[in-house]
């Protein structure tokens, strides 16, 4: 019963309502007492001939008014019950999603897709489960079961109340053994639809690589493997909940059995009478409830357990980038500062960055280039604080940005990934996802900077239009414009563009980028990108090589040194000479 006291946080915020359906619960008990007396006198009366029409109008008009009496109070126990258990689960699965959204990418690179989304799904539903039947089935079953027994024991017969439930230390025994393997199985077979669910994820974001390499059956099979295994693990875990029913029913019956027998030789005694026995069989039958009840309580219990400590396991987990005590809420823009000596990756020994060095001006644009792996994104999402530097520090004007709230460090920038995100929604939302209050003209107005508003407006429903989820039904090259877009809406003092412009032409390129220039000059810009043509204009360029700073300068200065920047730029300016040549 551990998790009722993990739970008992919701159960005071919600004290009113379980407090006055847990009474309403009882008050149904309480009510069912008195039927099975009424039908036990009724049988006397018939034995010994004294039954009158009075009693037989009052014993029916009794019964009829406990009926409706019990239907209301059923009603609203339900209503303040399983309403609290909804709250719960809306409660934990907003707390789990909040908790996500402050984890650093560390946190995703360590848990599945999959199994956080099962979290969020079947152990939350779990949880809830037994925040409504397990309350209901923890206080009906002591409840009816106690004022059956007092009624049994007190009213009729404590020796053959005793008799009756001489059966009752083995179904204790037996529920308790079957909770303990049913919380180790339910764990396993949740991790296994965990892994289940994480191959549907995987599966569907990759479908376009699966059929490209023609590999469909091999995907069906292993999800199909994985089907059985959550099929088994499944079964495994219905084999001991199938155990619980037959088990209490041989209990029950054992009851019914020593109850009729130790009866029946009360009666013959004269030490019972046949409407006692009457009402004593009623009453036992009654306790069957109380008995599955409790069974069923072990099972949702450990069932409830075993997925809120999944649950817990990840909310126990604190975020490695949160604000510092005393953080700055507001501070004005100026210099950009990198003042890096080492950065290296949680749970890496080599660094990413090593003695990276540089200040920009407002409105200036720095170019980021090398080869792959060279660091250049990391440059970029250190400025976002998706890491912390412990070796260096990074200034936006006079003030750390280790001084800053995260909520206003990332108010100052806008960033435009090399994995281009879209949502399901419509083009115009896409662009305006950062402010939702845009104009329909501030929309078009950034998508032509970007270049990409003659493509929107031969879309279907143009800017209307759904793009699909992940923007699956625009190319590459609308989705990295579309991304850009987004970017420049939120007119920040900092953009950020990470390799974005890969699946556009020269031509394309170069226009997307006059555009932001034709902002005035105002933003400071950083480029990262393989395409050196891309940085031609940038007041500073740096090539990065092994996380180091190999170069920097200038373009026409770095074509001066004749390094690998000069070399590069050259080589990528022939090919596309050889390109253009092709085209005519």
């Not at 669910?197 to 469909?216: L, M, P, T, Y």
């Not at 409830?304 to 510092?324: E, K, M």
């Not at 280790?402 to 990332?410: A, N, Q, S």
């Amino acid at each position: 019963m551990h998790v009722f006291l993990d739970l008992m946080w919701f159960f005071k915020t919600r004290k009113k309502h379980y407090t006055i359906g847990i009474l309403l619960l009882i008050s149904v008990s309480f009510i069912g007492l008195f039927p099975p007396r009424i039908i036990g006198r009724f049988v006397d009366h018939v034995q010994h001939h004294t039954l009158t029409a009075q009693f037989v109008w009052l014993s029916v008009v009794s019964i009829g008014l406990m009926a409706p009496a019990m239907y209301v109070l059923r009603y609203y126990w339900r209503v303040l019950l399983f309403g609290s258990a909804i709250e719960l689960s809306t409660t934990l699965r907003l707390r789990l999603f909040q908790h996500l959204s402050k984890m650093s990418p560390t946190f995703y690179q360590k848990h599945r897709v999959g199994d956080l989304m099962a979290h969020a799904t079947n152990d939350i539903q779990a949880v809830e489960s037994t925040a409504t039947d397990g309350i209901l089935t923890l206080v009906d079953s002591i409840s009816t079961g106690l004022l059956v027994i007092a009624t049994m024991a007190v009213t009729i017969d404590w020796k053959l109340t005793i008799a009756a439930l001489l059966p009752m230390p083995i179904m204790a025994y037996t529920t308790s053994r079957y909770g303990n393997i049913l919380h180790r199985r339910f764990e396993v077979a949740q991790a296994a639809f965990s892994d289940l669910n994480d191959k549907v994820h995987e599966s569907v974001n990759g479908v376009r690589a699966i059929k490209a390499f023609g590999q469909e059956d091999n995907d069906i099979a292993s999800f199909s493997a994985l089907s059985q295994d959550v099929v088994q693990k499944n079964m495994a875990v219905a084999r001991i909940d199938a155990l619980f029913d037959p088990t209490i029913q041989v209990i029950v019956g054992a009851s019914f059995f020593l109850a009729f027998a130790v009866g029946a030789v009360f009666v013959v005694h004269h030490q019972l009478t046949l409407g006692d026995l009457t009402s004593f069989s009623i009453y036992l039958g009654q306790l069957i409830w109380p008995m599955l009840a409790f069974g069923f309580l072990f099972n949702i219990v450990e069932r409830g357990r075993a997925s809120h400590d999944r649950v817990q396991a990840i909310l126990s987990i604190a975020p490695d980038i949160v604000d510092p005590p005393h953080a700055l809420h507001h501070v004005e823009s100026g210099d950009l500062t990198y003042q890096i000596q080492r950065f290296v990756y949680p749970g890496s020994h080599d660094a990413a960055l090593l003695d990276v060095q540089f200040t920009l001006k407002p409105g200036q644009t720095l170019g980021v280039v090398g080869k792959t792996g060279s660091g250049k994104t990391t440059l970029l999402r250190l400025l976002l604080r998706e890491f912390d530097v412990d070796d260096g520090d990074i200034f936006i004007g006079e003030h750390t940005i280790y001084g800053v709230t995260l909520d206003e460090v990332r108010r100052h920038i806008a960033y435009v990934p090399q994995d281009h995100f879209l949502f399901s929604a419509s083009v115009a939302d896409n662009i305006a996802f950062g402010r939702f209050g845009a104009t329909r003209d501030e929309i078009e107005s950034v998508a032509k900077l970007a270049s990409v508003h003659d493509d929107i407006l031969g879309f279907p429903q143009g800017y209307d239009t759904l793009v699909g989820e992940r923007g699956v039904t625009l190319s590459g090259g609308q989705k990295q414009r579309i991304s850009i877009a987004r970017a420049l809406l939120l007119d920040t003092d900092i953009l950020m563009l990470d390799d974005c412009l890969s699946a556009v032409d020269a031509r394309t390129e170069a226009a997307i980028l006059a555009g932001i220039k034709s902002r005035g000059g105002r933003q400071t810009t950083l480029i990262a990108t393989h395409r050196l043509s891309a940085v031609e204009h940038a007041d500073l360029i740096l090539v990065l090589q092994g996380g180091r700073i190999s170069e920097r300068g200038t373009h026409s200065e770095l074509m001066a040194k004749r390094g690998w920047y000069a070399t590069m730029y050259e080589h990528q300016q022939l090919e596309a000479m050889v390109e253009q040549g092709g085209a005519v």
